[in-house]
């Protein structure tokens, strides 16, 4: 799940260069899909690196992951964190004036939080996978779990509506293995509404 929660990121980084490479400016209607899908992209980003402090840097610390690495995903999450409030800024700017100043700001500032993100998603890969895959059955992994699952349904909806909007089967494949597919219809199909409505229109134009 971890890595399927990755390649959403991946995803969405690459859709946002995309749309920005060809981003028309003036182009109002645009600027708000754009605008709704950085809102989403953003606090799924930020939930899931403090998640990560919070919860998953503990039970990985408990079956053998050392401090200094753990401290060391922190400090890309610094250089993360910093990155994107630079494009959290220009995006907004875009969302205002919607300018080709301001459209090849964002492209920039989306481009550099592409490019520590993907670098921090790398290692973080290399470094902890073998580590989830080792040690799934162990008490503080299946805590871990529990904790990551306390969410409301609201959010739960948003979350997988969004992680499943463009996965690839391996992806859908993953996430079906973790959450019972009836379970999963009702979190999109009912709760994932918001996010069908409001981000999704950006990605299918």
């Known amino acids: 799940m971890n890595k399927v929660i990755h390649g959403a990121f991946r995803r969405d980084l690459d859709r946002f260069e995309g749309a920005l490479t060809t981003f028309s400016p003036g182009d109002a209607r645009r600027a708000t899909q754009l605008g709704a899908a950085w809102d989403n992209f953003d606090r799924q980003l930020v939930d899931h690196h403090e998640g990560e402090h919070d919860i998953a840097w503990p039970a990985l610390e408990q079956v053998g992951v050392a401090k200094e690495t753990l401290a060391q995903l922190d400090a890309e999450h610094a250089v993360m964190a910093e990155a994107l409030g630079t494009a959290r800024s220009a995006m907004l700017a875009l969302r205002t004036s919607r300018g080709s100043g301001e459209a090849e700001s964002a492209l920039n500032a989306l481009r550099r939080l592409r490019e520590v993100t993907v670098t921090h998603l790398d290692h973080e ?9 080792q040690s799934q059955d162990s008490a503080p ?8 699952a306390k969410v409301s349904p609201l959010r739960g909806g948003q979350f997988f509506a969004w992680l499943t909007d463009g ?15 009836p379970v999963l219809a009702i979190m999109v199909g009912l709760f994932g509404r918001s996010y069908r409505k409001r981000v999704a229109p950006a990605w299918q134009s």
């Open 125 to 133: 890969e290399q470094a902890l996978e073998p580590v989830y895959l």
């Open 141 to 148: 992994i299946k805590a871990m779990g529990r904790q990551f």
């Open 167 to 181: 996965a690839s089967q391996q992806e859908k494949e993953a996430i079906g293995a973790t959450v019972p597919g």
